[in-house]
Nanobody
Framework: QVQLVQSGGGSVQTGGSLTLSCTAS????????VGWFRQAPGKEREFVAS????????RYHYSVRGRFTISRDNVQNRMFLQMNNLNPDDTAVYYC??????????????????WGQGTQVTVSS
């Protein structure tokens, strides 16, 4: 059974930076694409970023492209989301997830089998 445990997050002012981390248990982490999603208050969960199993390809939501960077460390079974130049629209609960796909930058919830517990990111103006 795969378990994803998130860390990081918190509160920052507009223009600030945060890094989210997610550590996976189990032996399959390096065989699957992984991604980040977020859910703002009153809104549906949305895709943020994803990366293929060997980090050969990444995909970003247009609203975060150029500001967020997704990465992974398959030796330590960890994934990261570096978030720069944050603004209030980035306020949400962020979730890491492991896809059933390997070499595709999955961007739909149904393509993911395992999810982290979520972590709050709050950006104030």
């Amino acid at each position: 059974q795969v378990q994803l445990v998130q860390s990081g997050g918190g509160s920052v002012q507009t223009g600030g930076s945060l890094t989210l981390s997610c550590t996976a248990s189990g032996v399959t982490f390096g065989s699957h694409a992984v991604g980040w999603f977020r859910q703002a208050p009153g809104k549906e969960r949305e895709f943020v970023a994803s990366i293929t199993r060997r980090s050969t390809d990444t995909r970003y939501h247009y609203s975060v492209r150029g500001r967020f960077t997704i990465s992974r460390d398959n030796v330590q079974n960890r994934m990261f989301l570096q978030m720069n130049n944050l603004n209030p629209d980035d306020t949400a609960v962020y979730y890491c997830a492991q896809s059933r796909l390997s070499d595709y930058t999955a961007n739909e919830e149904f393509q993911y089998d395992y999810w982290g517990q979520g972590t709050q990111v709050t950006v104030s103006s």
